[in-house]
């Protein structure tokens, strides 16, 4: 059976492991939801693949393994990608995991929420968010970004080095997010700019642009919802900021 990815591009961990896998030429086979509008994770089918209930999910034969990270991990070693990837030096390494294990709740959490009370929660709901919640939003995002381009970044051309690692893929899919409800989180950060130049350049403008035309048109996607999915993204707003 050939190993299969269930992703919904939509999402910023399953770009990572679609773009992992499309890089490294690993054969795959793409399973591709929609979980955000559609529910399919609810259902009866889904949950007897994963548990978790959400995606990117990898299935290889009779092994199945949940979270983005993890998955990352497996890809690279069991098809054992270009070092650059996730280096066996030491140090390297552990630069790396450190990004990986800091962002969940940082560039990841801040991206997320700043997209959510832009495009979804308006445009859904018809209403704007109060000021004061927007702005501390993109206090918390700016934060992150700080804290990227201080501590991780600094002056070298990617987070652990001058190679792109799997710490350099986590973080422009999720500055992406953002970027897709229409901030740019680029302009007026020089540093961060040049080093979005060198990862897209990296992973290959085909590639990148193919992983993120999704996200990039959402707008317009949202605004064409109806019926169940648009309930059900109603529904699920109400849930998380409301």
């Known amino acids: 059976m050939a190993l299969e990815l269930f992703l919904d591009l939509f999402s910023q961990p399953c770009r990572s492991v679609y773009i992992f896998a499309k890089k490294n030429n690993i054969p795959f086979d793409f399973k591709q939801l929609c979980v955000l509008v559609s529910g399919y994770q609810l259902g009866e089918e889904f949950g007897k693949i994963s548990l978790i209930r959400k995606v990117p999910v990898l299935r290889d034969g009779d092994f199945i393994l949940t979270e983005s ?5 497996y890809l690279a070693e069991k098809y054992q990608t270009p070092d650059c990837w996730y280096p066996a030096d030491l140090r390297q390494r552990a630069r790396i995991n450190e990004y990986l294990s800091w962002q969940h709740m940082a560039t990841r959490w801040h991206g997320s929420r700043v997209f959510w009370l832009w495009v979804l929660v308006p445009k859904i ?4 968010v109060p000021q004061n919640k927007l702005d501390s939003a993109l206090e918390d995002l700016n934060g992150s970004l700080k804290i990227l381009q201080e501590k991780f970044l600094q002056d070298r051309p990617f987070i652990a080095g001058d190679h792109m690692t799997l710490a350099d893929l986590v973080a422009i899919v999720e500055l992406m ?3 897709g409800a229409g901030l740019d989180l680029f302009e007026g950060r020089p540093k961060l700019s040049a080093w979005r130049d060198r990862v897209q350049a990296a992973i290959g403008k085909e590639l990148f642009d193919e992983a993120h035309q999704g996200i990039l048109g959402c707008q317009d996607t949202v605004k064409q919802l109806e019926g169940d999915k648009l309930e059900f993204l109603k529904a699920k707003v109400f849930k998380l900021f409301l």
């Open 125 to 128: 709901l018809g209403k704007d």
């Open 177 to 179: 997010q953002p970027v």
């Open 69 to 73: 990270i993890a998955i990352l991990h």
